[in-house]
């Protein structure tokens, strides 16, 4: 047997005890025998079994994808310790049903975005995205160093949940539209796929927000029951097919600038894990965070190139007048959302707070810098 199965078959005290005796005396290692004591001897470490319930379908490109990629990390930073199973939407649960699966015990780990629980705490709605919010790397300064952490832990505590930001999309894009926008005029009587917040907003610039699950999408924009749709970036979008049923797509995308996804933990599940487990599956999901961010630059990157260059999209810029006015609405409707309820003041005063110096911080540096790159 080699050094390393034994440790495993042994259980790691009694595998480097009998280890120990085996390279003092230079047996053959074929002849090892564990020291027998049995008392003292700790039992094979216990795997521990979780199951992660996740609004996406079954490996969806680069959400339910970053799902698995945090279930393989917990596996590998654990040693195997916990083994994590991932269930796409409906396979256990419905997508919109994970809150309470993981809140009441059925799973211990949920994976999604937090706007999908403004039903059950509106403010939940400033951990994933609000319209001119904060962007992927403001999001994360703030959650890990600008108090917002501990507001999201507080308001899931009452949930019996642990959350965690568990991946980032990056600025989204403005959608699919086909017809031009010049003007806020011309998204009156506009009918678009857009939820949340964005589509308050562009109910009050004039438009009509339709709410359509992601496979109806396409086919309402083709057949004209809706005139846009917005729905993430390059990479998803192009899998979609959706510049096959509207000519211009629009950027930047101002109702979501840095969408963050999360992941969220049975509060009860977690506590009873040793404190160097619960380490680990902190700093995994803090990995998983980034690296989603990474991979959906990279593929929007190329996904991007590939509409243009291959598929003809024109690319265009709202106006800066549309949104300007997009903006003023947007802050009113944030604003009105937060008055609605005490804890949602509190994240909103926090996370506007974070913004504003944000924004001066980047203007000098992030925004300047990209500014004088595409000169
Ligand atoms: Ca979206």
Request: glycine share 10%; with cysteine; hydrophobic share 40%.
């Given at each position: 047997m080699?050094r390393?199965e ?10 480097a ?5 085996c390279?003092e005396?230079?047996?053959?290692v ?5 020291v027998?004591t049995p008392a003292?001897?700790?039992a094979?470490?216990?795997t ?6 996740t609004?996406w379908?079954?490996?969806?490109p ?7 990629q945090?279930a393989?990390?917990?596996g590998q930073?654990?040693?195997g ?8 939407a409906?396979?256990l649960v419905g997508?919109l049903?994970?809150f309470?699966a993981v ?9 999604g975005?937090a706007?999908?629980w403004?039903g059950k ?6 951990f994933a995205a609000v319209?001119?919010?904060l ?5 994360n300064?703030?959650?890990y160093?600008?108090?917002g952490?501990e507001l999201?832990e507080?308001i ?8 965690g930001?568990?991946?980032n999309?990056?600025v ?7 017809r031009e926008i ?7 009587g506009?009918?678009?796929?857009i939820p949340?917040l964005?589509g308050?907003?562009l ?6 927000p339709v709410?359509?699950p992601?496979g109806?999408?396409?086919p309402?924009l083709?057949?004209g029951?809706?005139?846009?749709t917005e729905?993430v970036g390059p990479?998803?979008?192009?899998a979609?097919?959706?510049h096959k049923a509207?000519?211009y797509y ?5 109702h979501?600038?840095g969408?963050?996804?999360?992941c ?5 599940a977690?506590e009873k894990?040793?404190?160097?487990l619960?380490?680990i599956?902190r700093?995994?999901?803090?990995v ?8 959906f630059?990279?593929?929007?990157n190329?996904?991007l190139?590939q509409?243009?260059?291959e598929?003809g999209v024109e ?14 609405l ?7 959302e937060?008055?609605?309820?005490p804890?949602t003041?509190k ?5 506007v707070k ?6 001066k911080w980047?203007a000098?540096s ?5 500014n004088?790159?595409?000169?």
């Amino acid at each position: 047997m080699k050094r390393r199965e034994i440790v495993k078959v042994l259980g790691l005290g009694a595998a480097a005890a009998g280890l120990a005796a085996c390279t003092e005396q230079k047996a053959p290692v074929a002849d090892c025998k564990p020291v027998e004591t049995p008392a003292a001897a700790p039992a094979k470490p216990e795997t521990i079994e979780w199951k992660m319930v996740t609004t996406w379908p079954k490996n969806f490109p680069g959400l339910g994808t970053g799902a698995n990629q945090l279930a393989e990390l917990i596996g590998q930073m654990s040693g195997g310790r916990i083994k994590v199973k991932v269930y796409g939407a409906k396979e256990l649960v419905g997508a919109l049903e994970i809150f309470d699966a993981v809140s009441r015990g059925t799973a211990e780990m949920g994976h999604g975005a937090a706007y999908y629980w403004k039903g059950k705490t509106r403010a939940a709605q400033f951990f994933a995205a609000v319209p001119f919010g904060l962007t992927a790397q403001e999001m994360n300064s703030w959650l890990y160093h600008g108090g917002g952490m501990e507001l999201w832990e507080e308001i899931y505590a009452e949930f019996g949940l642990v959350p965690g930001a568990a991946g980032n999309t990056g600025v989204q894009m403005g959608g699919w539209f086909n017809r031009e926008i010049n003007s806020v005029e011309d998204l009156k009587g506009l009918k678009m796929r857009i939820p949340g917040l964005g589509g308050e907003v562009l109910k009050r610039a004039g438009g009509t927000p339709v709410l359509l699950p992601g496979g109806e999408i396409f086919p309402s924009l083709q057949s004209g029951a809706i005139d846009a749709t917005e729905w993430v970036g390059p990479y998803n979008d192009l899998a979609f097919g959706l510049h096959k049923a509207a000519k211009y797509y629009y950027y930047p995308g101002w109702h979501e600038p840095g969408t963050t996804l999360e992941c969220f933990i049975n509060k009860e599940a977690f506590e009873k894990l040793p404190e160097d487990l619960q380490i680990i599956v902190r700093n995994a999901v803090r990995v998983a965070n980034q690296d989603m961010l990474a991979d959906f630059t990279a593929k929007n990157n190329r996904a991007l190139e590939q509409l243009v260059n291959e598929h003809g999209v024109e690319l265009r810029q709202f106006p800066d007048e549309v949104l300007s006015q997009l903006k003023a609405l947007s802050d009113e409707v944030v604003a009105e959302e937060a008055a609605k309820d005490p804890m949602t003041q509190k994240v909103f005063d926090s996370f506007v707070k974070f913004r504003d110096q944000a924004t001066k911080w980047h203007a000098v540096s992030e925004q300047a810098y990209l500014n004088a790159r595409s000169l």
